[in-house]
């Protein structure tokens, strides 16, 4: 049987990153642009140029750099969004620019345009877009919740204007699969001219159906499923590429589709995302949850130590992560660290290594068996050498009887201060403390704690985002200290505004934040 290919588009980098506080750094979308053109995305929506010097910047360096993938980049139905869009991606070697305007009734209430005055704007976008760029996608947002009539007017407008891709997106979440698969069956059906480009689907997560509507897509016509890793996105999210991906892979009878997925590269990425956007992924994920593939029941592992397709429906290597291999401990050098490192995906260079190196011999004075899981932690961990703000000494007294207090040495711009300061709970004291030694004005938004593998020894991984003036950084950490992970990620954080504001006001001179020298 021959398998009609369903190409990924991938928009973790723009309707992912658009989710508030997914924010990513520069470099941080430069790796993550990397590792989903080496797992072989078709195309990777890299972000909105228009919407920032940061998004502009980030787009083009994507394309500059992009070896397979196609690099589109987001523009609303205007042409300066669409020449700086143009701007941005066109030095790919298979550049598309995208471009979308609300045609629902709610929607073309805002520009507030009637049907005539919209079709005429898409007409002249479209055609704008094509007559710089021969990859054009349209998108009409809110599809799903647009007159059946008006939404064969707009896409056949497009087609002719010439766009090559269509995608329908249900911008809402709002659709059910057999509608999501009638709907995409009818344009292909109505629309003349629809047989000469490729109509693509768009989900949202909000009612918990976008991977079921995006695979009902796929059976209406599709043959590209937009989608994020984790399913990051704005409110519930988008589809998420491993599960469409991996529901394609492993019902292959029912669905007769392929992709240009190497699978085994998506844990990698999932934790990556997870790591760069501090959205962790929640443990009964599909595919990529920490218990996806665990069997804790006895009936179960029974079955799995006697053929593990009793209770498996993939292997856990086809997503990327090894069977189960041996920890290291503190007797482990260098070499078998490096080789580990290696067999998990990472080919460090030797500096970095050496750092990694570092941290691991100080984790494993502390625990004595140190997991796959646990050098990741070590490896994402995100502080740098360079960072202004640095964690020196903790020392955090806690009981029955608050306040709890927490004595803390921090370097400053490479200059020890220390302070004493109490609150509510040891990390609220922690936090406290950090704030007396350098005040700012940011504001917490999330702290989550979660630990990297089982035991009282285990590593707690924190995240901690904080906000500033609409500047959004997301901290991370892991130590077996809670308490310490917490203030390191707190600290991680406010380096990661700092930066921003930096990036942000170019000229800006971040050694005028004031801090309190208390040494
Ligand atoms: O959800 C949506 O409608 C979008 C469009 C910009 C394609 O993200
Ligand atoms: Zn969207």
Redesign the pocket.
Known sequence: MTKDKVLIFDTTLR?GEQSPGATMTHDEKLEIAELLDEMGVDIIEAGFPIASEGDFRAVSEIAERAKNAVICG?ARANYKDIDRCWEAVKHAKAPRIHT?IGTSPLHRAIPNLNQDEMAERIHDTVTHARNLCDNVQW?P??ATRTEEDYLCRTVEIAIKAGATTI?I?D?VGYTAPIESADLIRMLINKVPGADEVIFAT?C?NDLGMATANSLAAVEGGARQIECTINGLGERAGNTALEEVVMALKVRGDIMPYTTGIDTRKIMNISRRVATVSGFHVQFNKAIVGKNAFAHESGIHQDGMLKNSETFEIMRPEDVGLAGTSLPLGKHSGRAALRAKLSELGFDLADNQLNDVFVRFKDLADRKKEVYDDDLMALVYQNDSGDDRLKLKWLRVVCGTEGPQTAEMVMTIDGKDVNTSATGDGPVDATFNAVKALFPHGARLQLYQVSAVTEGTDAQATVSVRMEEEGRIATGQSADTDTVVASAKAYINALNRLLVRREQSEPGYDVKGVSYKDSA
Do not use: V
Request: aromatic content about 10%.
């Open positions: 309707d987001l979308f998108s947002m809110d995608n997106p911008t768009h949202h």
